[in-house]
């Protein structure tokens, strides 16, 4: 019996083991926060190419012609060829005198993407975009890509190249695998996004005001 008892109270002051048993302890917590310290930085630096390559393609979206017909106005008045789009003592649509409708048509909002416009799709010019989006960020295809014509009331009438127009583009559900964090990706993706298990990258949108659009403007 006392033997028994001697080897028991020696196993409880052996120590020999407890470096071993304690790394063993706090090695999956330092090889997550490696890991995890890894993701955050490829994260942030998706986040930066995100945010360029909308930059790009709102820059590509202003100088080249839109991804919809239905903010090209053909029907200029010749003899009002000039004037403002807005009056500037009202604040107000500068009207033809002759029909009073409005000499600048304001065709209010449209929204492109992959699938078509909200009104009258130029395909090949969304293309022109999208490709500009996704070369920066490969992770993104071109159904992440949203671009928005909003019309500003100004320019004048006849202005070469089209009135200005206020160009926004954005991301919509896009996403980045990670290695460790991929678990918090469900918790924060925007609504109506499918979830494919992936970390989220924010819409970064860019809004820029149009140049000119090409003579068909």
Not at 102 to 122: H, I, K, Q
Not at 150 to 169: A, D
């Amino acid at each position: 019996m006392k033997s028994v008892t001697s080897a028991a109270d020696r196993f409880r002051r052996e120590t020999s083991g407890a470096s071993l048993l304690e790394g063993l302890l706090v090695l999956p917590i330092v090889v997550f926060t490696v890991f995890a310290v890894i993701d955050m930085g490829l994260y942030m630096w998706q986040w930066n190419q995100a945010a360029k390559a909308t930059q790009r393609g709102a820059r590509i979206a202003v100088v080249t012609p839109p991804a919809t017909d239905a903010i090209i106005q053909s029907n200029w008045v010749v003899a009002e060829v000039g004037r403002e789009c807005r009056d500037e003592a009202t604040g107000l649509p500068t009207a033809d005198p002759a029909t009073g409708t409005a000499l600048c048509t304001n065709f209010g909002t449209v929204e492109c993407r992959s699938t078509g416009c909200t009104s009258g799709t130029l395909q090949a010019s969304f293309n022109t975009i999208s490709d500009e989006v996704t070369n920066l960020l490969p992770t993104a295809t071109a159904a992440n890509v949203v671009v928005r014509y909003e019309y500003s009331g100004l320019g004048f009438v006849g202005r070469p190249g089209g009135n200005p127009v206020i160009v926004t583009v954005y991301l919509e559900c896009a996403t980045t695998d990670l290695i460790v964090l991929d678990f918090l990706a469900g918790m924060t993706l925007p609504a109506g996004c499918p979830d494919t298990g992936s970390a989220p990258i924010p819409p970064f949108p860019t809004i820029m005001i149009s140049e000119s659009f090409g003579s068909t403007t």
